[in-house]
């Protein structure tokens, strides 16, 4: 008789893959009822860090948990890093964002509490505008650039972004060429 697994368990196995973050509406796509989760909470095997967001106190707190939070705090499938963070979290640029940038689908409202520091964007990205960077959902160099370029970023943080991640090997050579050319039209409009 094969045994049930444990709601703990079921849940451990997709935080692993998000730094130790599980949400609500995952959790209920396991299986996981609403009574076990608020139960693994009270017996501390899990703690509530935003609404619709656990995390699991025993996995190792790491640098990049505030990203993967805030991808997670939106409840948003489609959501990935974006603009100046992502240009800051490929290390191509010196932009130091204030708020951590995160891009929904556009017919998505977001209106919850806890998202102070955030600045989200509602674009539809399609799925060549999107990579992983630390296990996190982020739009690729290009996309970021380019949203960077759309949303008024310093036109020399933006230069150097689309110079180093060309040299650092992020950037193909039409996509610099065509950044580029943006770049100096944006200053023509």
Not at 34 to 43: E, I, N
């Amino acid at each position: 008789m094969a045994s049930k697994s444990l709601a703990r368990d079921d849940l451990w196995e997709i935080a692993v893959d998000q730094h130790g973050f599980v949400t609500a509406q995952q959790a209920a796509e396991h299986g996981v009822s609403k009574h076990a989760l608020q139960m693994l909470v009270h017996r501390g095997t899990l703690d509530r860090v935003a609404f619709g967001v656990y995390r699991f106190p025993r996995f190792p707190v790491g640098e990049f948990d505030p990203y993967m939070l805030a991808v997670l705090w939106t409840r948003a499938p489609e959501a990935a890093l974006s603009h100046e963070t992502a240009l800051s979290a490929y290390g191509i640029s010196d932009v130091n964002p204030s708020r951590i940038h995160v891009t929904v689908g556009r017919h998505r409202r977001i209106r919850r509490a806890g998202g102070e520091g955030y600045a989200v964007h509602y674009e539809d990205l399609v799925p060549q505008q999107l990579t992983w960077w630390q296990e996190i959902p982020t739009v690729t160099p290009a996309t970021a650039v380019e949203q960077c370029i759309d949303s008024g970023t310093p036109t020399y943080l933006v230069r150097q972004a689309i110079d180093r991640g060309h040299a650092r090997g992020y950037l193909t050579k039409d996509e610099h060429t065509a950044l580029t050319a943006k770049l100096e039209n944006r200053h023509e409009r």
